[in-house]
């Protein structure tokens, strides 16, 4: 870390940097919202990161480390990927529900001091990797630990847990937790296969809750709502531990929920779907661009927009309100499918044949507000954007995105360089689509690089604080740093990459990296907290 503050002198976010396109400034006497009106820093940093031997990152002492540096570099907030069921691929954006919680998060040391696990139960997680995350021996090693904690709680007179009463919670949110539940026990009980491969008689959510079929998985159902509130209250707990530390959690909601997903087989009315069979008449994606010939082929099935706007948006209010019980801003991804999106005919082979349809625009974040009226939203705005999609966001006043990798290799008017920058807006080096800043620089062409020395007047030694430095002087309110460039760390650290199957949402700290992190350089960010006003 510099030992001043002199500078040194010396997927979807795969699209396009947008800075070559015009963006209106026009007035707007009267967004929907304005929320982001002062400057503060956050840290992007998802809960599977954290350090343990349980396999992956979970909601334990590790939360307390975390927040500790936060409060002492006087960071405000704590942004996470979407915290929701990860299917096939472990992404967060890919969830088997927008309702649900991942068990995989749940701290099952805390299951043992409540004496519902023995250490022996603990001991196959111990053996799995410390500095990554191997998904495969985590499904066949976790699981069946959770089942046991289940059959353990149910056999227990007084199971001390601090998470409230089970009969409860199951009441409280049964309107989301009883099709999900009844999903994931069909699933388990036809191998895991997707809904639309199940027998005609399950095949949606309104029949199969009908069946005998759906009392004889009922107990395998109760464990899955066991596991969501196990998820629950420990987050509750991470959210009281947020609130004393001073930090507020910025969530993420997906636009498009998966295709094998608890939404899409409780609600087919709700999406461009097929009715008897399941299939979908058109899916989601990007058109061809500058990155990819073929453009982005995503496969989540569509919105039938024209059913959601006749119950007022009823199901994507709920959802909103999920959002806010777990976090205190939520940043809405692929905001510009608001106001068109890629329509794929289900059988394309690629993305080329797709057209432009219109979403519900305005209409939407009215009716949002008019239920929200206090709730903060980000909106993810990059890529290549039609005007129209700029006129959105300013229609609803909420802060867009802004990307410093983006932002070089081109001319001046680029939109994500820091002089072209507004306040309302969000700014990052790069998010979990992106490289680190190391490892962006090192694998970006000479000019990007020369352009990046030459406009910060800096050598580029250690760019990754560069970037940091360059954040807190924006003129954005929000600038928000992944984990790893307060870290300064290289590609290997990388989260996730577009279109690469395999690899992702695999990378974990070292407990000695944040240690190092929080004693050598906590002091210094709140000293540029101050110095730029977001202290």
């Known amino acids: 870390m510099p030992k001043s503050l002199a500078v040194n002198a010396g997927s979807e976010n795969l699209a396009h940097p947008q800075g070559l396109l015009p963006v209106p400034r026009t007035s707007n006497p009267s967004p929907l919202w304005n929320w982001l009106d002062s400057r503060a820093t956050g840290v992007l940093l998802h809960p599977t990161c954290f350090p ?60 043992q001091r409540a004496g519902l696990l023995t250490e022996a139960d603990l001991n196959p997680l111990r053996a799995l990797p410390a500095n990554g995350i191997d998904y495969g021996w985590l499904y066949v090693t976790k699981w069946p630990v959770l089942f046991r904690a289940f059959e353990n709680f149910k056999r227990s007179s007084a199971p001390k847990l601090p998470y409230g009463d089970f009969t409860a919670f199951c009441k409280a949110e049964r309107s989301w937790l009883e099709p999900f539940t009844l999903f994931l026990a069909l699933k388990d009980s036809f191998g895991g296969k997707p809904w639309w491969e199940w027998p005609a008689e399950v095949r949606f959510r309104a029949a199969a809750r009908k069946t005998p079929l759906a009392k ?24 009281a531990k947020a609130k004393a530390a001073g930090v507020e959690i910025i969530g993420d909601a997906p636009i498009f929920v998966a295709r094998d997903s608890a939404d899409v087989w409780a609600h087919p009315e709700l999406f461009q779907i097929d009715p008897k069979s399941g299939q979908p008449l058109a899916v989601a994606g990007v058109p061809p661009d500058y990155f990819s010939a073929d453009g982005q082929l995503w496969g989540n099935p569509l919105y039938a927009w024209d059913r959601h706007a006749a119950d007022g948006y009823a199901w994507w209010l709920d959802r909103l309100r999920a959002n806010f019980a777990l976090c205190d801003v939520v940043r809405i991804d692929h905001f510009r499918g608001f106001d068109t999106y890629w329509s794929i005919p289900a059988d394309a082979p690629t993305a080329k044949t797709g057209r432009w349809e219109n979403g519900p625009g305005l209409d939407f974040f009215t009716a949002v507000q008019r239920a929200l009226p206090t709730c903060r939203l980000i909106a993810e705005d990059l890529g290549e954007l039609l005007p129209s999609v700029h006129t959105l966001r300013h229609a609803t006043g909420l802060p867009g995105m802004a990307i410093l990798q983006f932002a070089f290799g081109g001319g001046s008017d680029n939109t994500y360089l820091p002089h072209n920058l507004r306040a309302n807006s969000v700014v990052y080096p790069g998010t979990h689509d992106n490289d680190t800043t190391r490892g962006w620089y090192a694998a970006t062409n000479e000019k990007t690089r020369d352009h990046v020395r030459r406009y910060f007047r800096i050598g580029g030694d250690e760019i990754a604080w560069d970037f940091v430095r360059a954040g807190y002087a924006a003129v954005s309110n929000l600038a928000v740093f992944p984990l790893q460039d307060l870290m300064s760390l290289g590609h290997e650290a990388r989260f996730n990459t577009p279109g690469q199957p395999v690899g992702n ?11 190092a992190l929080h004693r050598d350089s906590a002091a210094y960010l709140r000293d540029l907290g101050e110095l730029y006003g977001r202290g």
């Open 52 to 111: 343990n031997q349980q396999g992956i990152g979970v909601l334990d002492e590790c939360v307390d480390a975390l927040l500790g540096f936060l409060k002492d570099a006087g960071i405000k907030y704590w942004q996470v990927c979407p915290l929701g069921p990860t299917g096939y691929g472990d992404s967060p954006y890919q969830c088997f529900s927008a309702f649900a919680g991942n068990p995989y998060l749940i701290d099952l040391v805390a299951l």
């Open 216 to 239: 004889a998985v009922a107990a395998r159902a109760e464990a899955h709502a066991f596991f969501q509130y196990l998820f629950f209250g420990q987050w509750r707990q991470v959210r």
């Open 505 to 515: 949402w695999q990378w974990r700290y070292d407990p000695a990296q944040l240690a």
